[in-house]
């Protein structure tokens, strides 16, 4: 599904200048986004900049969040309250995939974790916790 405009509408420009796009849509029908490995994301020769990895996970989170709230007809501004990353294990010269997870979503906050990962998704290379503060518009 790479490529879908319908989709790409859970990317901001910063994602998109990093190179992130909607992959697909996972069973639970949040989006799975990826980014291909290059020298814009490059931190040490061969590994991906930790701060690539964190834009990753945190457009991950919000992807999901927003297509939870659509569903929901919901529309409110998302305030980020705070957001943990732990690098697992340095990312390779690979395409990289991240997903988010809403584990409590309230009238005015939502928890999220998110998980990236390369060749097995049961080998997370990080993880984040993301808090988010809905306000209404």
Known sequence: MTGNADL???LT????SLGISVHSLGD???????VEFSSIIEGR?????GGATSGLLETAGYAALRAI???EDRDP??????????????GKRKKTFAQGRITRLGRRNANIT????????????????MNILMADR
């Open 77 to 90: 501004q998302l305030k980020p309250i705070n957001i943990t990353v732990q690098f697992l294990s340095a």
């Open 114 to 129: 998110v998980e990236a990962w390369q060749d097995d998704r049961n080998r997370p290379i990080a993880t984040a916790v």
């Open 69 to 71: 709230l659509q569903r």
């Open 8 to 10: 790409d509408r859970f």
């Open 13 to 16: 420009a910063y994602a998109r």
């Open 28 to 34: 639970d029908g949040l989006p799975v986004l990826t």
């Open 45 to 49: 020769p061969g590994a991906f900049h």
